[in-house]
């Protein structure tokens, strides 16, 4: 499984690494901006992401707003629902607007509230059928 983590901070980037390293080709983008080019690059190259791992406070372009971006992308390039990425927010930030707003309105996977448990996260990719 190719997968890609967008996230400012090294210590939840080292941690999701490590949960993931076993189950796929992990790389990582330090912020929003990085990741959507990180997305279209994969997708150009025909190697597009089944896992994206989205953090929602990061610099230069947030997570939702890149969340938003990357739906959008799949949506203008013509790819099928069923070839979408699954895309997990991974936030400290637990309030009802932005799970509302990752979940409904932008399209997110799953909505994974920092810290992160392994076995939790484990199961959650699981669910998603990615495992
Ligand atoms: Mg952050």
Redesign the pocket.
């Known amino acids: 499984m190719r997968v890609l983590i967008a996230?400012?901070?090294f210590g939840?980037r080292k941690l999701l690494q490590n949960i993931l390293a076993e189950y796929g080709d992990c790389d990582v983008a330090v912020d929003g901006e990085e990741a959507i080019e990180a997305f279209k690059i994969a997708w150009k190259e025909q190697k597009p992401y089944e896992l994206v791992c989205m953090?929602?406070?990061?610099p230069k372009v947030n997570?939702q707003e890149a969340l938003k971006a990357i739906r959008d992308y799949e949506r203008d390039s013509g790819i099928k629902p069923s070839e979408e990425a699954k895309v997990i927010m991974t936030?400290?930030l637990d309030d009802p607007k932005n799970v509302i707003d990752a979940l409904y309105k932008g399209g997110a996977s799953a909505y994974v509230v920092k810290p992160i448990n392994k076995e939790k996260f484990l199961k959650e990719i699981h669910e998603l059928g990615l495992l």
Do not use: F, H, N, Q
């Not at 953090?55 to 990061?58: N, Q």
């Open positions: 996230e400012d901070d939840s953090d929602i406070m990061m997570g936030t400290v």
